[in-house]
């Protein structure tokens, strides 16, 4: 199975889960053979997984509760009912700049809770966050909520832009498919809709979206990673986000977090073209990337996603700023660069946290500029 492959500087690179307990090294063996550069990542991934995501006592979640409201912290991966009670939380104790707005529901009943901040400026720009559209990148909400939780006890780190900006924030677009990466596949990637069961199961929400959907990169069988669904929007988690955000003209920037990688993406997605102010998305990228590496976050990789990463058509960013006219575009594919991969060890989430904050400032600087 292949996790992920990228092209840069002429060369291919791809990260290769083999599933048959004994055959990596086989696999390791065929692959040298063949003339290509071998790393091992993880000889166990069942043992890294079961590490992970070191459970938290039911004493240190009831003090938790008692002290600060609500079961969310930094220090590991939370279950979806912990994420939506920590936006709750938020909502019901800082009302002047919190509200929660459910924007629809799951495939299977879940809300999709988005959180409003208001800067408490009327026609301020507003800038879109979301996460967890994909099952198995659990350091996406961590790291959407990480940034949350920023904005109440540490607002200067997003700058003065930062409360200057209204927030339109979605940590987990695909509910059913975190609940289930927790409960019985930990990398499951796609939603629970579609028609098969299952593999075949699920959409990739990712492949969903409205703009060139169907094309490159995206695949029309039911079984594959990439299935694009039935039709454009056919999914609850995308038309509710088509939805609300073709619904608020404000929106000056699309954020959408995933992993891993360390890349900033900007369209186009669909294949390796850009638009017409690629320069300016790329100086955009390029002072996010910095600002990242200043706050110790390591090197992140700039680029139009099609030429940077793969063509992937039905992308949430594509659609963001071909459909909606929405200038700043991102797809950020936080930590790491392969060694962990989506089993990213929970001590990485605060780190991982602080890139996405990092990243958010120049967007919310960026949008204030325009
Ligand atoms: O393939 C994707 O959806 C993203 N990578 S991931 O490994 N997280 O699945 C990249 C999406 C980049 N944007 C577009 N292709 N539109
Ligand atoms: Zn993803």
């Given at each position: 199975?292949?996790?992920s492959?990228?092209?840069?500087?002429?060369?291919?690179?791809?990260?290769?889960l083999?599933?048959?307990?004994g055959?990596?090294?086989?696999?390791?063996?065929?692959?040298?053979?063949?003339?290509?550069?071998?790393?091992?990542?993880?000889?166990d991934?069942?043992r890294?997984?079961?590490?992970?995501?070191?459970?938290?006592?039911?004493?240190?979640?009831?003090?938790l509760?008692?002290?600060?409201?609500?079961?969310?912290?930094?220090?590991?991966?939370?279950?979806?009912?912990?994420?939506?009670?920590?936006?709750?939380?938020?909502?019901?104790?800082?009302?002047?700049?919190?509200?929660?707005?459910t924007?629809?529901?799951?495939?299977?009943?879940?809300?999709l809770?988005?959180?409003r901040?208001?800067?408490?400026?009327?026609?301020a720009?507003?800038?879109?966050?979301d996460g967890?559209?994909?099952?198995?990148e659990?350091?996406?909400p961590a790291?959407?909520?990480y940034?949350?939780?920023?904005?109440?006890?540490?607002?200067?780190?997003?700058?003065?832009a930062?409360?200057?900006?209204?927030?339109?924030?979605?940590?987990?677009?695909?509910?059913?498919?975190?609940?289930?990466?927790?409960?019985?596949?930990?990398?499951?990637?796609?939603?629970?809709?579609g028609?098969g069961?299952?593999?075949?199961?699920?959409?990739?929400?990712?492949?969903?979206?409205?703009?060139?959907?169907?094309?490159?990169?995206?695949?029309?069988?039911?079984?594959?990673?990439?299935?694009?669904?039935?039709?454009?929007?056919?999914?609850?988690?995308?038309?509710?986000?088509?939805?609300?955000?073709?619904?608020?003209?404000?929106?000056?920037?699309?954020v959408?977090?995933?992993?891993?990688?360390?890349?900033?993406?900007?369209?186009?997605g669909?294949a390796?073209?850009?638009?017409?102010?690629?320069?300016?998305?790329k100086r955009?990228?390029?002072?996010?990337?910095?600002?990242?590496?200043?706050?110790?976050?390591?090197?992140?990789?700039?680029g139009?996603?099609?030429?940077t990463?793969?063509?992937?058509?039905?992308?949430?960013?594509?659609?963001?700023?071909?459909?909606?006219?929405?200038k700043?575009?991102?797809?950020?594919?936080?930590?790491?660069?392969?060694?962990?991969?989506?089993?990213?060890?929970?001590?990485?989430?605060?780190?991982t946290?602080?890139?996405?904050?990092?990243?958010?400032?120049?967007?919310?600087?960026?949008?204030t500029?325009?």
């Amino acid at each position: 199975m292949v996790w992920s492959d990228a092209q840069a500087n002429g060369t291919v690179s791809l990260d290769v889960l083999v599933k048959r307990p004994g055959a990596a090294e086989a696999t390791r063996r065929r692959l040298l053979e063949a003339g290509a550069a071998v790393e091992v990542a993880a000889d166990d991934l069942q043992r890294a997984i079961d590490e992970e995501n070191p459970p938290m006592s039911d004493e240190d979640l009831d003090e938790l509760m008692g002290r600060n409201g609500h079961r969310m912290e930094w220090q590991s991966y939370h279950r979806l009912a912990d994420i939506h009670q920590f936006l709750d939380f938020l909502a019901a104790t800082y009302p002047q700049r919190f509200s929660v707005q459910t924007i629809g529901s799951s495939v299977q009943g879940r809300p999709l809770k988005v959180v409003r901040v208001s800067s408490g400026k009327p026609g301020a720009p507003a800038i879109w966050v979301d996460g967890g559209i994909h099952a198995r990148e659990w350091i996406s909400p961590a790291s959407v909520t990480y940034f949350l939780n920023t904005l109440v006890e540490q607002p200067e780190a997003l700058g003065a832009a930062g409360s200057s900006v209204d927030w339109f924030v979605l940590p987990v677009v695909n509910p059913d498919g975190y609940e289930f990466s927790h409960s019985s596949d930990r990398l499951w990637r796609k939603n629970r809709g579609g028609s098969g069961s299952g593999r075949c199961a699920g959409v990739d929400l990712n492949r969903n979206f409205g703009y060139r959907w169907g094309g490159q990169g995206a695949s029309r069988r039911p079984c594959d990673e990439t299935y694009a669904g039935p039709s454009k929007f056919s999914e609850p988690e995308t038309s509710a986000i088509r939805n609300f955000v073709s619904a608020n003209r404000n929106i000056k920037a699309y954020v959408s977090f995933h992993s891993y990688g360390q890349y900033v993406l900007y369209p186009w997605g669909y294949a390796a073209v850009v638009p017409p102010d690629h320069e300016e998305l790329k100086r955009v990228g390029q002072r996010i990337a910095s600002a990242i590496a200043r706050g110790g976050g390591g090197s992140y990789t700039v680029g139009p996603a099609g030429a940077t990463l793969y063509p992937a058509s039905g992308g949430s960013d594509d659609w963001a700023k071909g459909s909606q006219g929405i200038k700043y575009a991102y797809t950020v594919e936080l930590r790491d660069r392969g060694r962990h991969g989506f089993v990213l060890p929970a001590q990485y989430i605060v780190p991982t946290g602080r890139d996405a904050v990092a990243a958010l400032a120049v967007v919310a600087e960026a949008v204030t500029k325009l």
